[in-house]
């Protein structure tokens, strides 16, 4: 019966810690799509200055 109760414990974890890694580099894919827009619309204002 302990044991049972400790493979529950530790499969829990490895779920938690599972669904922890996923959401940060869901997170980190995001952050690096809105950087590259920043970037993008940054060189964009500085051409936009630029040419006229």
């Given at each position: 019966m302990g044991e049972t109760k400790m493979l529950v414990v530790v499969l829990l974890l490895v779920?938690?810690?599972l669904g922890i890694t996923a959401f940060l580099f869901?997170?980190?894919?995001?952050?690096?799509?809105?950087?590259?827009e920043l970037?993008?619309?940054k060189e964009n204002k500085k051409n936009k200055e630029v040419k006229p």
């Open positions: 779920i938690i810690f869901y997170l980190e894919k995001r952050l690096a799509k809105a950087e590259q970037k993008t619309l």
